[in-house]
T-cell receptor, first 114, second 110 residues
Framework: DTEVTQTPKHLVMGMTNKKSLKCEQH?????MYWYKQKAKKPPELMFV???????INESVPSRFSPECPNSSLLNLHLHALQPEDSALYLC?????????????FGNGTRLTVT | GENVEQHPSTLSVQEGDSAVIKCTYS??????FPWYKQELGKRPQLIID?????GEKKDQRIAVTLNKTAKHFSLHITETQPEDSAVYFC?????????FGKGTRLHILP
């Protein structure tokens, strides 16, 4: 049971495919995050949305395109990915009213690029 | 930008003994330091956090200490149990960013 829901749980895609990862939270958090995690590595920050606006892009390649349609939803659009993009993609949310607040992670989408 | 160093990368302790994991950070503006536990195939879960205006915090068998002057913070787990086996990540937060250390794989030996 997690308060941040990610779909799908697993995704296999070819390098020419276009797919989207979805994330939803209903905790009233106004900051949402995408992290990428490779095996035996820490989560690596990709994007941060605060109040539905993109506030941080950690120089992520344009084949990853984030979208925040409303305060509860966060998408990550994928196009022309490479095999090295295979990883666990974690969504997280946070209460921005107080900077000093923890991230709440979803269970992640395990992405395999073939 | 912020850089978080974490040591050791692997730690094995006898069940019932204590475990200590240490982290240092580079950005003096960092003001929030969470610790996450990640079991194999699962999401990171917060176990304890500390804010920059506090030097120490304890929650049952888990404690965290923070030395702002030296820019380091540590996780202490006492009376370790088999279920403590996992990967532990420290992190440092500056405004919106939360940057993670490389992780410590903790093994609890029977």
């Amino acid at each position: 049971d997690t308060e941040v829901t990610q779909t799908p749980k697993h995704l296999v895609m070819g390098m020419t495919n276009k797919k989207s990862l979805k994330c939803e939270q209903h905790m009233g958090h106004r900051a949402m995050y995408w992290y990428k995690q490779k095996a035996k590595k820490p989560p690596e920050l990709m994007f941060v949305y605060s109040y539905e606006k993109l506030s941080i892009n950690e120089s992520v390649p344009s084949r990853f395109s984030p979208e925040c349609p409303n305060s509860s939803l966060l998408n990550l659009h994928l196009h022309a990915l490479q095999p090295e993009d295979s990883a666990l993609y974690l969504c997280a949310s946070r209460n921005p009213g107080v900077y000093n607040s923890p991230l709440h992670f979803g269970n992640g989408t395990r992405l395999t690029v073939t | 930008g912020e850089n978080v160093e974490q040591h050791p990368s692997t730690l094995s302790v006898q069940e019932g003994d204590s475990a200590v994991i240490k982290c240092t950070y580079s950005d003096s503006a960092s003001n929030y330091f969470p610790w996450y536990k990640q079991e194999l195939g699962k999401r990171p879960q917060l176990i304890i956090d500390i804010r920059s205006n506090v030097g120490e915090k304890k929650d049952q068998r888990i404690a965290v200490t923070l030395n702002k002057t030296a820019k380091h913070f540590s996780l202490h787990i006492t009376e370790t149990q088999p279920e403590d086996s996992a990967v532990y990540f420290c992190a440092a937060s500056t405004n919106w960013k939360i940057i993670f250390g490389k992780g410590t794989r903790l093994h609890i030996l029977p």
